[in-house]
């Protein structure tokens, strides 16, 4: 009797394991898998600019309700090539715009941080940053960490590229964060 049962209990375990598994390669990246419990997709968009496809972006959190007070994460899967230099420069810019940062010794030193993390990307790469309320973002290229802002407030900057209501593209936002979905 004691066989019967633990074979029903590995059975029923690899099953679960099996169907969990296959969950989290269709909807995330094991890294966000691994570091949000039971993540929830939010909302997606395909950014397109000028007709040319630039991204595929989604966000996930532990909640069904974006907040910066619960893990979340920010998937991007790039359908273009850009350099590094270029992905710095940009994040730069659009911290500055919707944060209105004008003091450059600020931004400089954000940008020391960028050019830490940040690598030239491929069409097919995928980054992921993963933000931890208390903790900041780490930063996933390819499912590598390839870096972290621990400075709270950079972190929040860096995700609010995507998630302020002043982004570059007011309707990725909305979409992203599960308010529309009209793409």
């Known amino acids: ?23 989290i390669n269709k909807n995330t990246n094991l890294e966000i898998a691994n570091q949000i419990i039971n993540p929830f997709l939010i909302g997606e ?4 600019v000028y007709g040319f496809n630039v991204y595929n972006i989604k966000l ?3 909640n069904n309700k974006f907040s910066y007070h619960h893990k979340f994460a920010i998937e991007i899967n790039y359908k273009m090539n850009f350099t590094k ?4 420069k940009k994040t730069i810019e659009e911290i500055a715009r ?42 996933y290229f390819n499912h590598q960490l390839v870096g972290s802002i621990s400075d709270l407030t950079l972190a929040k900057y860096f995700t609010d590229i995507w998630l302020s209501k002043n982004s570059s593209y007011p309707q990725m936002t909305s979409t992203i964060l599960g ?3 009209d793409q």
């Open 98 to 139: 919707i944060q209105k940062i004008s003091n450059n010794d600020q931004l400089k030193d954000f940008e020391a941080q960028f050019i830490k993390i940040f690598l030239d990307v491929k069409k097919g790469d995928c980054k992921v940053a993963i933000f931890i309320p208390k903790k900041g973002v780490d930063l």
């Open 45 to 48: 968009y395909n950014l397109k």
């Open 60 to 62: 996930f959190s532990e």
């Open 179 to 181: 308010e529309k979905n």
């Open 85 to 88: 230099k270029e992905l710095v």
């Open 1 to 23: 009797m004691i066989k019967v049962i633990t074979f029903c209990l590995i059975l029923f375990t690899s099953n679960s394991f099996a169907q969990n598994s296959s969950n």
